[in-house]
């Protein structure tokens, strides 16, 4: 859903005023004698207020917690848990960022990708992202076709605060931690494209 801009704000309150500025003619015509109220001004006042206040443009985050429907409990979850950590800020920038861009990237599922994916997680606990997500990918080229399953409808807190954890942990061990900034640090750790 795409929300208008300011200007088409300001160009519908202009429409408003001349709409009420041509009632208020023809009202001074039929009835001289009548005085225009300040009750039009106030309509208008809260029409403006009410198109402003329920135009707003939502955060991605809001936006990612209302697609999750269900699974919304899950991700707040995450942010709680990372928001009472006062000991790494950079953890809840991270969930955030995770969250935020969840919506959209997905997983392939079928009888034959929950076995296999058990089978690569287990076997290859250290390897590094890229690595896993070619593996992760395998099944969507050789199994039977797969149903998507949106990421932010069904991830649950126990995995995304485990991937977070252990994301940071490699890096906070990394001889070249201090070269890799927050920005390139989250791309490359967090960031990976959907099987395609």
């Not at 300011?6 to 009202?27: A, G, P, Q, V």
């Not at 029409?47 to 135009?55: L, V």
């Not at 290859?124 to 990918?137: E, F, R, V």
């Not at 649950?156 to 890799?180: C, G, M, Q, Y």
Request: aromatic share 12%; glycine share 4%; net charge positive.
């Amino acid at each position: 859903m795409k929300l208008p801009n300011k200007k088409n704000h300001f160009e519908l309150i202009d429409r408003i005023k001349r709409s009420l500025t041509i009632i208020h003619r023809k009202n001074d015509r039929k009835n001289k004698k009548r005085k225009p109220s300040g009750l039009n001004l106030a309509l208008l006042l809260l029409a403006a207020a009410g198109m402003f206040w329920c135009c707003q443009p939502i955060s991605p985050l809001e936006t990612a917690l209302l697609l999750a429907g269900d699974n919304r409990r899950e991700l707040e979850t995450v942010l709680e848990y990372y928001s009472g950590s006062a000991d790494d800020p950079l953890k809840l920038k991270a969930a955030r960022y995770l969250i935020e861009n969840m919506p959209g990237h997905y997983s392939l599922d079928n009888a034959g990708t929950d076995n296999y994916f058990s089978k690569v997680e287990s076997a290859y606990t250290d390897a590094p992202a890229y690595l896993k997500h070619i593996l992760y990918c395998l099944p969507s080229y050789f199994l039977e076709p797969a149903v998507k399953k949106e990421d932010v409808q069904y991830i649950t807190a126990e995995f995304l605060i485990r991937h977070i954890d252990r994301s940071f942990e490699l890096w906070n061990s990394s001889p070249w931690k201090k070269e890799v900034n927050e920005e390139l640090f989250f791309y490359t750790y967090f960031t990976l494209p959907n099987c395609e």
